[in-house]
């Protein structure tokens, strides 16, 4: 599938987090994009953005950068974890509007959200004064969503394998 391609040209991976019990979160009966339900599928987990995918968009978000491209962390995954899409969409639930639910996050806890109407792609600035402008046209669809994905040229100079000189640390909290 061209999508699942795309997404791994980006470097991005499945990852399972701290799993949660998610037993008692009612999944909803969502009518996701046959697109997104195939990603989910295939990826099963969280997929991550490690070295940064980012989408141009012509819409004003206050956090697009200078040449107006938004970043894009993480598509939400199926797993019982902190990243499961049906515990995010219910955390969501009473601060974006119910036409939409949310698939993935930018930095700082911006979502990507689907439209379960027309299945368009709008952004919300969770930092909006009002819900009348916290969500941001980005794309007509899910796949022209993904297709429009492009590495992040910053994080991608990055050599992650490269030896920081940290022998190992150890957290107490």
């Known amino acids: 599938m061209l999508h699942e391609q795309i997404i791994k040209k980006l470097g991005a991976e499945a990852r399972l987090f701290e799993e949660k019990d998610l037993s008692i979160l009612h999944k909803e009966n969502i009518a996701t994009p046959t697109e997104l339900a195939e990603l989910l599928s295939h990826f099963k987990g969280a ?3 490690a070295r940064g995918a980012k989408l141009k968009t012509q819409s004003k978000i206050p956090v697009r950068d200078e040449e107006g491209y938004i970043d894009l962390d993480i598509i939400y995954g199926l797993n019982p974890d902190s990243n499961n899409i049906f515990l995010k969409n219910k955390t969501y639930r009473n601060q ?4 939409f639910y949310v698939f993935g996050e930018s930095g700082g806890g911006d979502q990507f959200c689907i439209s379960k109407r027309t299945e368009k792609i709008y952004y919300w600035y969770h930092e909006a004064t009002s819900d009348d402008c916290s969500l941001f046209y980005i794309a007509p669809s899910f796949i022209e969503f993904i297709e429009n994905l492009v590495p992040d040229d910053e994080n991608a100079k990055i050599d992650f394998d490269e030896d920081d000189g940290v022998i190992s640390a150890h957290f107490n909290f």
């Open 47 to 49: 997929i991550i953005f």
């Open 96 to 99: 974006i509007d119910n036409d």
